[in-house]
């Protein structure tokens, strides 16, 4: 008896921190950044960056020297990336990946892990504003004023699968999106969960807040190193979980790995398809479109499923 | 007003070759008018220097071995040459040419930068 | 009003080193939240005293120091130099080599436009276009590789002539590379027009109305965006301008994408006006001989670079070194209207109207002596400059 217990500890002990939680899914971040950006240098006409390269970045920048800034709170500035990896990471826990035991499940773990995953854009925005930098500061700026636009539509988008599976539970919702494609009876609530999950992210075209040309690296002006290791790790890792969360909400489910692969990268392909089609947009666009258009489709959703629920009563 | 009017260039490249060149692995052929190094034909020099007054780097140094016998070097600077080839026009003999061969000229050495071109006299 | 005077400003350095500046100038941009209200730009980190370093070269070596002012208008730079030179020589060049002078002028403005065009799609984010556009730009660079066997710094005039000719290998070249850009540029204009997120960032940002081109001084494509009649190649043709007229283009909406409107119109100009001139270019020599000392006198030279009026002043004694050259770069003639337009509008757009008038710094930077009111000259030496120099820097830092 005692035996099993410690066996069962140990394995999912392994399971979260090695495979497929954890370190594996650092690693498969680290992949996903490359399909990323090789698609993306191939959809330009160019060679791309080899297979190793995002590692190879990680690798580097771990090895070097972290330069703290004077002026800034250096424990702040040392432990805001940690807590942002660590937020995506504890953020896994609750996710349908095949073969992960949903230990932690509880009623409402789709709103923890929403915020979860906004943990890095908070941690970002944080970080930026923690240094007297000029171009973090307008980052920081930035950073919060998106997040802010983007949680709410993103978490409605996320809300309307849950709210026809019955339940707030993710393992639950999954149960009941599996098979089904909520994609043709919520169309409005799959495009603004993806729209949503760009903003989150900062991808290109609404990554105003990381503006290369206006403000440099944004909040992460003042990063470099393991701190910026760290964050380019958390959002690598956070892209996926959201691909994940959408594929498995929408798209019929990641019941088995390869099912998983094939609808992430699906939808990977429309996020890096986006990016390469439009311009960057400004801040005040960004948020404009959010509230004006992001919503109201939304709310629309809302009001379609209320209605077909009343009268299939 | 459209929306992403270059969606038909990202399907095209998304299904072929990138355009990059993928030069060390593999190089395309210079033109044939490339300017690279230069190359100095001594047989008709007669030692004007006006290739070296015109060239504007200061990159070429005329010396005279033995003006009787018209035997003639020509000092090279390649790194200080900027390939604009006024040498080569100003030449009215036509001992100058521009290689279009060479002209990978990096060097971790800088002996390659000092080139003297033409015999000295004791080999004849 | 009092209390946004007492208010900290927030100011944002954009340079000397910056991602959206390939060369080094500072503008530094005080903003309130996200709102430019005031601009300071400080010019001269580029400053090569070229113009002072030609006075101790010949006239054969200066023609390449000046064509080393800028690097993506090469040709023009050198162009300017040898009209004004031959003109003071009394030398008239073969029909000929006028005509392969324009030609290469023409395929440097295509060069320069396609260059602006991924650069000012780069500062707004979309990279696609930026790509996609120096890839078609490489057409150009081949052609002038080929041409004359260098990509940048072409150096294809000399005085008195060229040095390259155009032949049937060359000609079929251009021709070909020509019809396939004037689809790409179709394509582009059609983007620069039509795609809604791109005029997002373009249709009516930093709108410069005709009377303010006027009063700013602007000139080149900028100027023409906002409806200024204003190209050396028709109002003071030079070369072979006169027999091959350039016609104009203009808009009257003055905004961003007026600009981009212009400069991707102007391609089609430039690949008509190469076509026609290929079709009937004259036979003849490429150079003529020209003396090495140049006869005294001065003379104004001017011609139409890709971003916009090229003013070259030449002064010689006589001898074979010339005695003063004075340049005038389009930039430094649009720089105030960026400094002056961009104060309302939004810190994101600074790149962008930034790249619109598509700067050139190094060529920008020449000195110009302010001594108004001072009425006193001083020569210094070398060690007196120096010195100057530093304790003006400690007194800044201080
Ligand atoms: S190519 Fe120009 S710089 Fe080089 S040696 Fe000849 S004249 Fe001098
Ligand atoms: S210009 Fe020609 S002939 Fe005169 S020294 Fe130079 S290489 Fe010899």
Redesign the pocket.
Known sequence: MGSTTIKDVLLSLIALLIFPGGLFLLFVGLAYEWIDRKLLARMQNRVGPRWFQPLADTIKLLAKEEVVPDAVDASLFIGLPIVALAGVLTAAIYMPFPGLPPVGSFPGDLIVTVFLLSLVTICLGLAGANTLDRFSLVGATRALTQLFAYEAPFLLALLGPAFVAGSWEISEIIGYTDGRWLLITQPFGFIVAVIGLIGKLEIPPLDAPEAETEIVAGALTEYSGRGLALFRLGKGVALVLGLTLIAAFYLGGVATPLLFLAKTLVLLLVIVGIHALFTRLRIDQTVGLWWRYGTLLVLVQWLGIIIWQGVMI | MKFGTMLGDLTISLFSQPSTERYPFERSEAPERL?GM?IWHPEDCIGCGL?AK???????DVIVLDKESKKYQLR?YPD?????????Y?CRQGC?E?SNEIWELAALDRSMFDIIFGDCLENG | MSEVGKRETFTIPIGPQHPALKEPEHFLISVDGEIVTDVVVRLGYAHRGIEKAVESRTWVQSL?MLERICGICSHIHAMAFCLGVEQLAGVEIPPRAQAIRVIVAEIERIHSHLLWLGVSAHEAGFDTLFMYSWRDREKIMDLLEGLSGNRVNYSVNVLGGVKYDIDGAQETAIREAISFLEERTRHYLEVVTKDALFLQRTRGIGVMTRSQAEVLGTVGPTARASNVYRDIRVEAPYAVYDKYPARIILDNRGDLEARFFVRITELFESYRLIMEILETLPDGDLSTRIPRRINAGETVSRVEAPRGELFYFIKSNGSDIPERIRARTPTICNMMSVVKLLVGHQLADVPMMLAGIDPCFSCNDRMVVLNRGRNKERLLTWEALRQYGIDYYKRRSA
């Open positions: 300017r230069l290739c015109d060239c504007p780097a200061g990159a070429l090279y200080r040459c900027t390939f604009c080839a006024q040498c080569v100003s100058l521009m | 390449y």
